[in-house]
């Protein structure tokens, strides 16, 4: 999996649920489960995104998604 192919990924997720994605629905996917790293790396590009935001809630338990939401802001696209 390539980076471009994670991000397309993660942006179907964010569609998929209504323009917000929890860190549970992303860990559970099969396939960004088993590209972390290329997954990790698609989300943080996707955070300088002026139409996305990724959370970073401080009770998070400890999860290999550097982020614990992804949610797309449709006035900002």
Known sequence: ?????ARQRLL???EKHGGYVPVAIIEADKQLAVNREV???A???????????????????????????????????
């Open 43 to 77: 989300a943080h590009e996707l955070a300088t995104e002026p139409d996305i935001t990724a959370g970073e809630e401080t009770d998070k338990p400890p999860y290999w998604f550097p982020y614990s939401f992804l949610m797309r802001d449709e006035a900002a696209a």
């Open 39 to 41: 997954a990790s790396a």
């Open 12 to 14: 179907a997720l964010i």
């Open 1 to 5: 999996m390539t980076v471009e192919q």
